[in-house]
C-alpha cells in the first residue's frame, strides 16, 4: 500500500507541517487507522478513499493524530488534496466528505491548493485563571474557538511575545478540548504577513503544530475585524514554520497554500 508523507503550508521541503496521506478503497477498522497514524508519528494522517459518482462529495476524509481522530484538520486536508492531484487520482476541485461537512479543495494557477472551511464562531470568554502562568504571557483577550476544533485563541502583546513563549504543555492541556492558539499583529506586515500564531495542542498528543490550518479558521475572523480587511497572510512561527492565506467569506474561510511531497513509500503491514 503506497504512502506519501507530504509538507503542508509550504512550498519547499522539511518545512510547513508533515502529514502523512494514504489513498484506500474504503476505511478499515478504526484501530488500524490509529496504529498507522502512530507510525507515521506526525501530527496527522490523513486516510482518503472514492466516493460513488454523484454524491455531494468525491471522496471521504479522516484524520487521525498519533492519539485520536479530529474533527478537522486543514494541513492534512491540503496534503490529501496535493497527493490527489500530483498522482492524477483527482482533477480539479476535490469534495471531501468529513466530520466537519463537506470540505473543498481547489487547485491554483500557481500550485498552490485552496481550502473552503467553515469560519469558527468565536465567542469572548474570561481568560482561565492559571493560563497566562501556563501560557507564560499575559493574554490581552481570549476567545472560544467553537466545537470543531474547542481551542482557546489568546490575543497577546505584539510578535516578539508569540516567538519567546515556553509553555508548560501539561498545565496548557486543562484549559480546553484540543488546545491554544497564541496570536498577535505582525510587527513588520513589510515582510509578508498580518499576524503571527504559535498552537498547542496537549490534549491530542502535539505540543506545538508547526502550521494548523483549523485555527486559522479562527485566526482569519478574530485579525480580519482588527485589521479591516477580508483577505490576510498569517506565519505560523514554529521551528518549521509556514504560511497559511486567509480569506473571510462570512461562515467559510478559504486557507490557501502550498505543498511538497517529500516521502513516497510503501506501507507493509
Known sequence: MRIR?????????????????????????????????????????????????GGEADWALRWFTPTTEVALCGHATLAAAHVLHTSGAHRGPVRFATHSGVLVATPGDDGSIALDFPTAPLTPVATPAGVAEALGAEPLATLDTGPNTGDLLIELAGEKTVLGLAPNHRALARYS?????????AEDPARGYDFVSRCFFPNVGIDEDPVTGSAHTALAPFWSERLGRTALTGLQASP?????????????????????????????A
Open 5 to 53: 508523507i507530504v509538507d503542508a503550508f509550504t512550498d519547499r521541503p522539511f518545512a510547513g507541517n508533515p502529514a502523512g496521506v494514504l489513498l484506500l478503497d474504503a476505511f478499515p477498522d478504526d484501530a488500524w487507522l490509529q496504529n498507522v497514524a502512530v507510525e507515521v508519528n506526525h501530527a496527522e494522517t490523513a486516510f482518503t478513499h472514492p466516493l460513488p459518482a
Open 177 to 185: 478540548k484540543r488546545g491554544i492558539i497564541a496570536t498577535a499583529r
Open 240 to 268: 518549521r514554520s509556514g504560511l497559511v492565506r486567509t480569506e473571510l467569506r462570512g461562515e467559510r474561510t478559504l486557507l490557501t497554500g502550498h505543498a511538497v511531497t517529500v516521502v513516497d513509500g510503501e506501507l507493509l
